[in-house]
Each structure stands twice: as structure tokens, then as C-alpha cells.
């Protein structure tokens, strides 16, 4: 065999046998955007409240992240986008987020308390089969009140004041929207925090065999309730597979 094939056939067996694990980003911003005031498309903000002051958003370079800035001033609003992913094929959610400070009145056990530092919110249809009655009425009643964008069902990982980690519960406002307590107190404030999440698997956990579809992603600081303020960051939202890490963005 000439020396040049033996070379190319080394080479070849040298390779990895299975392709580049799948992912994909659906929050990375770049220096030019940073520099843009306007958060590009995608992304927008959802007031589910006209009446309440929104929560303020930009992009800026926080230590060097390029990432979503969030200060919550007695508001609340989303920063959320669209998604279509495959949780079957690509479950984890990776990200990174921060916190000035923990809210200090705030009790998610409570509507008057029921405001956070920080949030990812995620959003999922459900087949219609899969709902009871009550619960379409219910959703219909909603989306007449809070418009169409009110979700079948809601996954909240949040930055809490005072639950442990790893609390799970329904939302004080319906049971459609389950809480999780990823982080809690102020023991890591002022810092990026790297987050793994298997969502698909999260999502079972908090609604059972329901068979959802992701359908949207928000990030959001509201203070609406306890009338306090609030500021955080978002950056670097990838999902990916099973086997694959998290690593920071070159």
C-alpha cells in the first residue's frame, strides 16, 4: 500500500467512531450584540400584567459573560423565546446565573410572597387527551384573562430566599405550574453558577406520565409582589445529549 494511503487509513482509524455529540444554543449573545441595546429576536418580553411595572432587561458583559441583565425594581416580566427541541434526543439544559442577593420577604408558598430573584421558566404543551376536563376549563377561563400565551404546563427553576434545594411544589397560583428550588440564601451570590438539568426527567418528576413538549424558554427577576428590588443574570442556555457537558462557550 503507497505510504500516502497507510497515512490517510491511520488517520482514519485514529478518529472517533460516533459523531460529535448533538446540541444547540438558544441563549448566546456576542460582543456585537452586547454593543446593540435592543435584545435581538427572538427573545421579547411578556408582561402577563400591563398594570405592573415591567421588569427592566440589556445585554451586557458581566465579567466576561456576555449575558442577559435583569433588574427588578416592584415589576415583573418575562425575557422569554420560542423553542422547538427534542427532549428525547437532547434533555439537558445547561446555562449559567447570578444574584446581587436573595429576595428577603419573599415565600413561594404564599401569592403575596411569590416573587424571585431569578427564574428559568419553561413552557410545555400537553395533548389535549392527556388533560382533564376541569383543567381545559380551567386553561380556556385563563387564556380569556392572561391571553393565549398561558401554557398548558410550566417547569420554574428558581433562586429562592429560604427553601432548601431541591424543593418541589406547585405554584401558590396553579397547580399548572410546578416550582424547583435549584438555589437558596445568598451562600453563592455575586458569582456565575454553572447549572446541568435534565429536563425531560424534571418534567416527569413534576407532572407524572403527562407526555410534554417543550414549547418556550423565559428568564425573569419579579418583585411585583413583596415590592422589593431585585438583580440577576442569564447567559448561555444550550441543550444538549445525556452524554455531553456543559462546557463554557470559547
Avoid at 482509524?13 to 444547540?24: E, G, K, Q, R, Y
Avoid at 410550566?154 to 397560583?173: I, R
Avoid at 422589593?228 to 463554557?248: L, M, N, S
Amino acid at each position: 500500500m503507497p505510504r500516502f494511503n497507510s497515512f490517510m487509513l491511520i488517520t482514519l482509524l485514529a478518529l472517533p467512531l460516533t459523531a460529535p455529540a448533538d446540541s444547540f444554543w438558544v441563549g448566546r449573545f456576542s460582543e456585537a450584540e452586547v454593543a446593540n441595546p435592543a435584545i435581538p429576536a427572538p427573545w421579547k418580553i411578556e408582561q402577563p400584567n400591563p398594570k405592573i411595572p415591567p421588569t427592566r432587561y440589556a445585554l451586557r458583559q458581566w465579567d466576561g459573560v456576555f449575558a442577559i441583565e435583569a433588574q427588578a425594581d416592584k415589576s415583573m416580566a418575562l425575557l422569554g423565546r420560542t423553542l422547538a427541541v427534542n427532549l428525547k434526543k437532547t434533555p439537558i439544559l445547561c446555562w449559567q446565573w447570578r444574584i446581587d442577593a436573595p429576595l428577603l420577604s419573599a415565600d413561594m408558598s404564599q401569592k403575596s410572597g411569590d416573587d424571585y430573584a431569578a427564574r428559568i421558566y419553561l413552557t410545555f404543551t400537553v395533548p389535549p387527551e392527556q388533560l382533564s376536563l376541569a383543567t381545559r376549563a380551567k386553561l380556556s377561563l385563563g387564556r380569556a384573562v392572561y391571553g393565549a400565551q398561558l401554557p398548558d404546563a410550566a417547569l420554574n427553576y428558581v433562586w429562592d430566599n429560604t427553601h432548601p434545594v431541591g424543593t418541589l411544589q406547585n405554584s401558590a397560583y396553579t397547580d399548572r405550574v410546578r416550582l424547583w428550588v435549584l438555589r437558596s440564601g445568598a451562600g453563592q451570590v455575586g458569582v456565575w453558577v454553572h447549572e446541568r438539568r435534565n429536563v425531560l426527567d424534571d418534567f416527569q418528576r413534576a407532572f407524572g406520565n403527562l407526555a410534554g413538549e417543550l414549547s418556550g424558554l423565559a428568564v425573569a427577576s419579579d418583585t411585583d409582589n413583596t415590592g422589593e428590588q431585585a438583580h440577576a443574570g442569564f447567559a448561555d442556555f444550550r441543550f444538549v445529549t445525556k452524554e455531553a457537558e456543559c462546557p463554557a462557550p470559547t
